[in-house]
């Protein structure tokens, strides 16, 4: 079955030190990969997604991702963290249905604090 | 203007009652597609359209009935309301299935 791993619930990070959300997926095909930011009582904001090629992927808001294949992982980078990155952040794969449609299976998440 | 809208923002009510939530999408997208936000923030899909015709149903109870008028609207509407009802609700859309969903802000449903 397809599923999303996302192994810490909550980190908390110093504002400027580097940060590292780890996602693990498990699906039989080749994923689709997202990751999206939700700040508190807000929507889901893409940060980046790999589909294809590339396996670093770069983001909006200074984010980076690597897909490894070999790992299933897609972990999310960010070289110096600011205090407004503090947020929920939700690992997915797109997942096919028959080809044509499909949805997005969701990790329960990576909540980030950040300290001044 | 806003890309993924919808109504209402928060959504506060009595158990037994019927209640509808509105998505609204300018973005020419052919699928749309409604998620549950629990309160420990897991998101699941409930329902996913395209082209104003049902592709994917997932284990929902069925007093929850989605509508879809148009490719550019999907309402989802709540029979009997249950206190386990409780939760954010997303709406969602995307222009095929490997492409980027956009999200709406969320409609906070709390049921009493």
């Known amino acids: 079955a397809q599923s999303v791993t996302q192994p810490d619930i909550h980190i908390t990070v110093s504002e400027g030190a580097s940060l590292e959300l780890r996602c693990n997926y498990s699906?039989?095909?080749?994923?689709?990969l997202f990751w999206y930011v939700q700040s508190p009582g807000q929507g889901l904001q893409l940060l980046l997604k790999y589909f294809s090629g590339d396996t670093l992927v770069q983001g909006i808001k200074g984010f980076e991702a690597e897909f490894k294949r070999s790992q299933s992982s897609f972990n999310l980078r960010k070289p110096s963290v600011h205090w407004s990155d503090a947020a929920e952040y939700f690992c997915?794969?797109?997942?096919?249905?028959?080809?044509?449609?499909?949805?997005?299976?969701f990790g329960k998440g990576t909540k980030l604090s950040v300290k001044p | 203007d806003t890309a993924v809208s919808q109504t209402p923002k928060y959504l506060v009510t009595q158990m037994g009652n019927d209640k509808s939530i509105k998505c609204e999408q300018n973005l020419g997208h052919d699928t749309m597609y409604w998620y549950k936000q629990d309160s420990k923030k897991f998101l699941k899909i409930m329902f996913s359209?395209?082209?104003?015709?049902?592709?994917i149903n997932e284990t929902v109870p069925n007093r929850f009935s989605p509508k879809s008028p148009d490719k550019a609207h999907l309402n989802l509407h709540i029979n009997s309301l249950e206190l386990g009802d409780s939760a954010v609700y997303f709406c969602?859309?995307?222009?095929?299935?490997?492409?980027?969903?956009?999200f709406g802000p969320g409609t906070r449903l709390t049921v009493l």
């Open positions: 969602a859309s995307s222009q095929g299935v490997s492409d980027t969903q956009y």
């Open positions: 359209y395209n082209n104003k015709e049902l592709i």
């Open positions: 699906y039989g095909a080749t994923p689709y």
């Open positions: 997915a794969v797109g997942v096919l249905y028959g080809g044509s449609q499909g949805n997005l299976i």
